[in-house]
């Protein structure tokens, strides 16, 4: 094949990684400048219709119930809160006017969404401020003066303990997600700029394979996690918040995106390998102007991608530019005497035959 065959070759490839690079690109901007791609949310809490009507009744109150009324009471809850990459963005619900940016918090690497402290559970009363009345001349605000300052008894009074260990686990792994998609957004990059060598050797198609390989595992690695923790996560507390009316739900968009970027990434790194067996890119081995072509009058049988005498050519003997007659086999070599044709009435006809006899040998 030519190069523009292995141009095209390398272009399948490359065209897959690029839209694997789209992909990951929509989930490293949302929630960026001005709640860019508001979409592309990993998860999304919707406080619009919360109820803890509950908490008027103490027979039935838990921690959970007198912080989310503190924190209702307060204004401190906004109606929509969506956790990106990067950050969180708060969203105030209208029915005329739907749902409106408030909020953006600043981007920061590795983040973690303390859903404690971000929507107040943490605080005692509509101030926030320390004050533990008694049960007697409050006694909601009495029992919520009772949480404590130790933020794992905290969370375990608030979420219970299968929503403990899911937002533990959050916590904990989200960095390493962070740090995975950072690393699969920057291989993906590297596999785009080294294609460029991938054009010309397949040397530099076996490099890039590698670094495509590479970033398809890491790839995989960051939207597998995380899909599993975000699934965990949205799972607990829609089972915590859905007596509130409060309403979790997984961020589709970014999980539709996440597994296209793997699926176009691994497309890529088949299409990168298959480029390192085929499309070697050397031109048309029988034209004429590939070294001499096919054909060749060298003794040596040099034809079509000579290296050091090493032809595949068809030799073809030399024949000093012209035809070259052969000796007559009757006359030996005395023809230069006589010439090589002999007249036909030199031999005696055959008995029995007619016509005249051939003295020519019939090959």
């Known amino acids: 094949m030519g190069k523009g065959a292995r141009a095209a070759c390398i ?18 901007l949302a929630g960026w400048n001005k709640g860019t791609l508001p979409s592309y949310y ?7 219709n919360l109820d803890v009507s509950q908490a ?12 989310l009324q503190q924190a209702q009471q307060s204004d401190a809850l906004e109606d929509i809160y969506k956790i990106h990459l990067w950050n969180y963005c708060e969203e105030s619900s209208d029915d005329s006017n739907g749902d409106t940016l408030a909020y953006c918090s600043d981007r920061k690497a590795g983040f973690v969404f303390n859903l404690v402290d971000i929507w107040h559970l943490n605080e005692t009363t509509a101030a926030g401020t320390p004050h533990r009345p008694s049960e007697i001349e409050n006694p909601v605000a009495a029992a919520a003066g009772r949480l404590q300052d130790n933020a794992e008894v905290l969370e375990q009074e608030l979420l219970g303990d ?3 260990n899911a937002y533990e686990a959050y916590k904990k792994v989200a960095r390493a997600m962070f740090a995975l998609y950072a690393i699969s957004f920057w291989t993906t990059v590297a596999t785009i700029v080294l294609a460029v060598f991938a054009i010309f050797s397949r040397l530099g198609s076996f490099l890039t394979w590698i670094v495509s390989l590479a970033s398809s ?14 699934i965990a ?29 793997v699926v176009f990434s691994w497309f890529a790194t088949l299409f990168w390998l298959f480029s390192v067996c085929c499309c070697s890119g050397r031109s048309n081995p029988h034209h004429r102007s590939n070294k001499g072509g096919l054909w060749t009058a060298e003794p040596k049988g040099q034809g079509y991608g000579d290296f050091g005498g090493r032809g595949r ?10 035809y070259e007659r052969v000796a007559s086999p009757y006359l030996g070599h005395a ?11 030199d031999y005696p006809q055959q008995t029995g035959r007619s016509g005249a006899y051939e003295p020519y040998r019939n090959t």
């Open 11 to 28: 272009a399948v490839p490359w065209l897959a990684t690029v839209a694997s690079l789209i992909c990951l690109l929509l989930i490293e």
């Open 42 to 48: 990993f998860m999304k809490v919707d406080f619009t």
């Open 56 to 67: 008027s009744d103490l027979a039935n109150t838990t921690t959970l119930t007198i912080a």
């Open 162 to 164: 299968s929503g403990k």
């Open 217 to 230: 595992v890491i790839t995989l690695a960051a939207v597998a996690t995380s899909t599993a923790l975000y």
């Open 233 to 261: 996560l949205t799972v607990s507390l829609r089972g915590i918040f859905d007596p509130y009316n409060v309403h979790v739900q997984l961020g589709r968009n970014a999980m539709t995106v996440s597994w296209l970027s």
């Open 313 to 322: 050519g068809i030799p073809v003997a030399k024949t000093g530019g012209g």
């Open 335 to 345: 023809e230069n005497e006589r010439g090589d044709r002999v007249p036909l009435t």
